[in-house]
């Protein structure tokens, strides 16, 4: 049976922040009406998310954020999958950006989220970006991540 909603669930294994504070429940606010599940937010050091990088892109460095949809089976679980951000990664690109860290964390986690739902900026010809924009001029933010790498 699916959730109502989602649910986000946040782990900080590798770093100690109160940049993280609220964000879950900021996530579950600004999300997609369509996402309904749960989600899990990591955020870990760079040295880690280099290592999950190579492990599953085959680039040895340390990314922003990466996303792991899970493997849906029908009425089976409503877990949609993992987001991953790095806390340097997000450290540094808060302060070229001129917004806090946990502004920073919220640009990651939405857009991380995009694509657990299926979005994918690379193959689908501005719906994601679309979509992130809507998104994020609801939720208070100011620019989002595929708009900063253009």
């Known amino acids: 049976m699916a959730a109502a909603r989602l649910h986000v669930s946040l782990a900080t294994p590798d770093s100690k922040t109160t940049a993280t504070r609220g964000l879950g429940a900021w996530l579950q606010r600004s999300a997609p009406a369509s996402a309904k599940g749960d989600v ?31 493997t849906q089976m029908p009425g089976v679980s409503s877990f949609l999958g993992d987001v991953v951000i790095a806390s340097g990664v997000a450290t540094r690109q808060a302060r ?43 939720a208070g933010l100011r620019e989002g991540l595929i708009e ?3």
Do not use: C, W
């Not at 050091?45 to 949809?69: C, E, H, I, W, Y």
């Not at 991380?112 to 979005?119: M, V």
């Open 40 to 70: 899990s937010i990591a955020v870990v050091s760079d040295r880690r998310m280099r290592a999950l990088n190579r492990q599953f892109r085959g680039k040895n460095t340390a990314t922003d954020v990466l996303s792991f949809p899970a």
């Open 96 to 138: 070229d950006a001129g917004h806090p860290v946990s502004t920073e964390l919220k640009v990651l986690a939405l857009h991380g989220l995009l694509h657990l739902l299926g979005y994918d900026h690379d193959t689908d010809h501005g719906k994601m970006a679309r979509a992130e924009a809507r998104l994020r001029k609801k």
């Open 148 to 150: 900063r790498h253009r």
